[in-house]
């Protein structure tokens, strides 16, 4: 019998693993001998923080990033299909979303594997929870286009956000945040209510809702490399 | 000192708070004194669930939900500026997604008082998860428009999913869930990939991705009833 593929989120800040995840998902994780991760030496500190009991040098770990080869990563789950269980865990948060993992579930699917999703944080889910925008009709885009393109981007963002009562979210590279918020608060509708969301879970977590005209008159906070999450609502 | 809006995932099927809530949310859960809540039954079941120590005649609940006029809700945040922490609660899953939660939160915001979201189970999150389709651009779009109106929405979200590579994600309410799939495997085209994501988390979780073309040639699970969530990507 073929075993199952567990999409294991695992934590987005530095805090406790009873912080930030179910006690079932720190049983399966630290339950499992083999592993698919987006970065191998992230993934044994994780697992280490979970239980100090794990014997991180008995698991078979294998990088699937966005370095990997397409190709490759069909025979990642020939070990699956072997009769063991797999689990599958990103850089932070969960896997799947906003990273390479879907690939790996896709091949899943198609050989008829079971993947079986485990709770967990998302900083974009949990960035939405607490915006106070619609949860009811969201969009997540990843990055945005840079230069002379974000621009127009973020214009045709706002349109189908007032249009369809959208909520839009996305992420920046982190050294960009700053600069990005800048730009949102100058291309935006003074109407249209915008929220940064940084450091979600950790220790100096702050997620602010403000319409851009306040946001205009306000101190900014600063996002400078810390890991942010925008959204907007026109 | 103003008190805090903790917005507080529930259970999403008939789970131990173990399976599906960090010990975090356990924690605030169950310390807190007042509650706004989607349905007050559910969610006094729920806390008992999650601790039997708790006093539930000692605690104040207040309903939110489509039934309540906007105007009412600013009067539910009197408590926290008056010092006190709330906790915000949908029938399942995270509040603040796919229910109105979220005129809670944004109330909050205008007033200046700090929303913090905790780690819990999402439908729709952990379908994407294991769906295999594209988690780093997805939209999710609440309930399609009914009747006539359906096969072109489709259309137009095929399309979209097509030219932005954008995974749609929506619900339909549960009687007509076979109905919804059957109309996906009529309208939709040959090589889009469906998922179909029933019970997530429940005893009879089934997730399940194949080609528009393969769900014709399939015998089709019964979703009459049980909570789904529908995914495509053209």
Redesign the interface.
């Known amino acids: 019998m073929a075993g199952k593929l567990y999409?294991i989120p695992t934590n987005i800040a530095e805090c406790p693993a009873?912080?930030?995840?179910?006690?079932?998902t720190q049983r399966v994780a630290t339950g499992l001998k083999h592993f698919v991760v987006e970065n191998i030496r992230t993934a044994r500190r994780f697992l280490k923080s979970v239980s100090r009991d794990v014997d991180i040098d008995s698991l078979s770990f294998t990088e699937l990033n966005e370095h990997t080869p397409e190709m490759s990563i069909a025979s990642m789950l020939d070990v699956v299909e072997g009769g063991e269980d797999l689990g599958m865990m990103s850089e932070a948060g969960?896997?799947?979303?906003?990273?390479p993992?879907?690939?790996?579930?896709?091949?899943?699917?198609r050989r008829g594997i079971?993947?079986?999703?485990l709770?967990?944080?998302?900083s974009?889910?949990?960035?939405?929870?607490?915006?106070?925008?619609?949860?009811?009709?969201?969009?997540?885009?990843?990055y945005l286009p840079v230069g002379g393109e974000l621009n127009k981007a973020l214009r045709q963002m706002e349109e189908r956000s007032q249009k369809e009562q959208?909520t839009q979210i996305f992420i920046e590279a982190p050294y960009r945040n700053n600069k990005m918020l800048e730009t949102l608060v100058e291309v935006l509708k003074p109407t249209t209510?915008l929220t940064v969301a940084r450091d979600?879970?950790g220790p100096e977590?702050m997620?602010?809702?403000?319409t851009v005209a306040e946001w205009r008159r306000k101190t900014k906070p600063d996002l400078h490399k810390r890991p942010t999450v925008f959204l907007f609502l026109a």
């Open positions: 999409m009873d912080s930030s995840l179910a006690l079932e969960c896997p799947g979303v906003a990273d993992g879907a690939l790996l579930a896709a091949e899943a699917h079971q993947v079986v999703p709770v967990g944080p998302s974009i889910l949990m960035s939405l929870m607490a915006s106070g925008l619609n949860g009811q009709n969201f969009t997540f885009r990843g959208q209510r979600v879970m977590e997620i602010v809702t403000h």
